[in-house]
């Protein structure tokens, strides 16, 4: 017997010439975290971060009565000890802390106390196989472990386990096949969400809660020697998993096989979700942009029919691990080996979304299909993929049918039968001829970008061709095509261009013809344009065209990335200046807000490297004509634009910062005239910073230039002397006749 502070032992043993026999064989310790701190420094000083023991913790260890024969030669025969039963023992709770994982923006998070509670490990296992060769019927291995997981915060119960292992070992190694039966019940699905960071992300999908049961059997390969060790990875396995959630059934195991060339499913498998509608509402949510709270969804899910999902068939390549030297060679994937087939369904009866303005979006029997197709030249093994809904209503508008998507993707399977998306490319149609722009919304912007400019209801067509999944197309493979129209009551529009070194290159140009713009479209790109607050066009105004040409824009969300050629012919337009200008325009009659019924002027812009610079630019005030010009950052958010604005508009408070008098406008507007007047009259506003908070003020000194280059000194003089000879001179009286 043998005891400390914190440690116990006990060792009962009777010997004789031929046997030792164990009667008793026990151990105790307690492990205090100043031990663990203390081994850690000794042996891992330069580890940092390690995990520390939140408090003491008990190890009990046992071993059942056993007899150790003694040979001729006085040794000790292991190989003639019979099985020995060991007990683990971690009785109440046993925790660790100091675990950190990563979050998306590289900062770290404290993944909170980690640990077991009552956890046992029951084994069974040769003592001969422990310490050298063992013959047949002495290798069996069977273990049993049983416990709770704890974790999170207040180290709660997050699982409750429940294994059995069986095996053979022979001289301390697997020489046999694996069974395994492990069970994982009353699962804690959304503290297992809080402590990866991820909540609502599973648990809206299958439930607060979960129970799990995996069995898997690993046969040795076919080339092994019975009783001999072998590599696990050239094994092969036979998985059965069982989920079962709340909101989550199947119709039975899904059932696998693992080999080294492949995973193979055995036997078609059903899925059904009853998922929350909040869940999949997460995925429609925009995200917050330049620190600004993200903008309401486009489309939120209300109700949702049961998920359907269905696993027909599925055979995955995999890449076999070396074979042992000197033997054959393990047959690889490609000719004669594995290759990609699979083949599943998602079905949903019927769906109720909401839309951003509060109308009903109905949709039944969406069905998604994936499965591949025999392999053909130049194309690998082609996966294809359908997708339709059969009925799409909004609000109280008819039912509209038949909206298709289907394609296929090819090259996804390279020339050893693997799964490489290096160079596989999507080719792909699609007649949509009533979607709700919602719907485009919720998968593109994501911010109801689509629904302004749109309305609520579009027709598209689309037909994409040989589009890389990786955004370049390989060496020498003919381009990809994108070809895209779009049409609604509020607009159309067109497309047609190729992918080259990650960016969208236009082959025509993008043209749109727009017959309506309301306010909140508007708000989305007048924050270029300083002189507006308000920009609005009705169906019953001259329509506008935009034509955007020489187009290289970026897959990505890269904005220095893109360059393009416009010309926008606004049409006729309702508008009203922004707030900056109304500070520093004359109201008279309201005659400062755009003329309804005007037609303004058309625009040139021009974007380079992601910098937005337009023309001058006329635009009908009122009575006044203004002009404008400038350059819109998209890159920096940043705005330089100056506004020329005719010194009859400006208000008494803005002349004041001229050091000019009130109504010192209309006397040099009385005075000159031409080239002069329009030098001298046409005050320069100049808008400078961010685009969401810039600012205007008086360019004194480009006004000053301006005047300089423009004036003419003779006909000043002229029109100044003879407007004083009229107003000075005695008028001549008439002679009678």
């Known amino acids: 017997n043998m005891k400390s502070e914190r440690a116990t032992a006990d060792v009962s043993a009777r010997g004789s010439p031929k046997q030792i026999e164990f009667k008793t064989i026990g151990a105790q310790a307690t492990i ?44 000790l025969d292991f190989a003639s000890v019979g099985p020995a039963t060991m007990k683990i023992n971690l009785p109440g709770r046993t925790l660790v802390r100091g675990l950190t994982a990563k979050n998306a923006d590289g900062t770290t998070r404290d993944l909170g106390q980690f640990g077991l509670q009552d956890f046992n490990i ?16 002495q290798r069996a ?28 070992i022979s001289n301390k190694m697997l020489s046999g096949a694996l069974a395994a039966k492990i069970g994982l019940t009353e699962i804690d ?49 036979t998985v059965q998993a069982t989920v079962d959630a709340p909101k989550l059934k199947s119709d039975g195991p899904l059932s696998a096989t693992i080999t080294p060339t492949a995973i193979r499913l055995n036997k078609p498998s059903k899925f059904t ?56 060679a393990a047959t690889p994937p490609g000719p004669g080996g594995a290759k990609l087939e699979a083949s599943m369904g998602i079905s949903v009866a019927s769906m109720l979304m909401q839309t951003a303005d509060g109308q009903a979006l109905r949709m039944g029997a969406t069905v998604l299909s994936v499965k591949n197709e025999p392999p053909a030249a130049g194309r690998g093994t082609p996966v294809s993929f359908k997708a339709s809904v059969a009925e799409v209503s909004l609000g109280d508008k008819g039912a509209a049918s038949g909206m298709n998507i289907s394609g296929t993707i090819d090259n996804i399977i390279d020339a050893a039968g693997n799964v490489d998306a290096s160079k596989a490319t999507v080719t792909s149609s699609g007649d949509l001829p009533r979607i709700p722009s919602a719907l485009i919304d919720a998968f593109a912007t994501k911010d109801g970008t689509v629904v302004d400019a749109l309305g609520p209801v579009a027709a598209v067509k689309f037909n994409v061709e040989r589009y890389p999944l990786n955004g370049q197309p390989a060496p020498g493979a003919p381009p990809p095509v994108i070809d895209l129209t779009a049409s609604s009551d509020r607009a159309n529009a067109s497309v047609k261009g190729t992918i080259r070194d990650g960016l969208f290159v236009s082959q025509t140009p993008f043209k749109a013809n727009v017959v309506e713009v ?23 105004d001259a329509p506008a065209m935009i034509v955007i040409d020489n187009i290289t824009a970026p897959l990505g969300n890269d904005p220095a990335k893109l360059n393009a050629d416009i010309n926008f012919d606004p049409g006729e337009a309702r508008f009203g200046t922004s707030t900056g200008f109304s500070e520093v325009l004359k109201f008279v009659n309201g005659r400062t807000e755009g003329q309804v019924g005007k037609k303004l002027e058309p625009v040139k812009m021009t974007v380079r490297s992601g910098v937005v610079t337009y023309e001058r630019w006329k635009v009908p005030l009122g009575e006044f004509m203004v002009e404008t010009e400038g350059t819109v950052n998209l890159v920096t958010r940043m705005v330089d634009v100056i506004t020329y604005v005719p010194i009859g508009a400006v208000s008494d408070r803005a002349m004041s910062a001229l050091k000019l008098g009130a109504g010192a406008g209309g006397a040099l507007s009385g005075l000159l005239g031409g080239t002069a007047a329009d030098a001298l009259t046409t005050v320069p506003f100049r808008t400078k910073g961010s685009m969401d908070h810039p600012s205007t003020s008086v360019d004194a000194e480009l006004m000053a230039k301006n005047a300089v280059k423009n004036i003419n000194p003779e006909e000043l003089i002229k029109k100044g002397l003879g407007d004083l000879l009229k107003q000075n001179l005695p008028k001549v009286p008439t002679l009678p006749k």
């Open 32 to 75: 205090a975290p100043e031990t663990v701190r203390g081994l850690l420094e000794t042996f891992a000083p330069t580890v940092q971060g390690a995990p520390q023991l939140v408090s003491a913790s008990t190890l009990k260890f046992t071993v059942s009565p056993l007899t150790i024969p003694i040979n001729s030669a006085g040794a």
């Open 122 to 137: 029951d084994a069974t296992a040769p003592v001969a196989a422990l310490v050298g060769p063992a013959a047949v019927g």
């Open 141 to 168: 291995v069977k273990t049993k472990l049983t416990g709770s997981v704890l974790g999170g915060e207040n180290a709660q119960v997050i699982a409750v386990l429940d294994g059995d292992l069986s095996t053979e």
């Open 189 to 237: 699905v959304k503290a297992l969400e809080r402590i990866i960071g991820q909540a609502g992300t599973v648990s809206g999908a299958i439930g607060d809660r979960a129970t799990m049961q995996v069995n898997a059997d690993v046969q040795p390969p076919s080339d092994s020697v019975a009783g001999q060790p072998f590599d696990l990875t050239r094994g092969t396995t």
């Open 273 to 328: 979700l009853n998922v929350d509608p909040a869940w999949a509402n997460a995925f429609l949510q925009p995200k917050a942009v330049d620190g600004k709270p993200a903008a309401a969804p486009a489309m939120t899910l209300r109700e949702i029919a049961p998920i359907n999902i269905t696993l027909d068939k599925l055979d995955f390549p995999r890449t076999p691990p070396m074979p042992p030297t000197g033997t054959a």
């Open 518 to 540: 309301t306010q909140k479209l508007s708000e989305r790109f007048i924050k270029g344009l300083p002189l507006f607050g308000t920009f609005e066009k009705t169906k019953q």
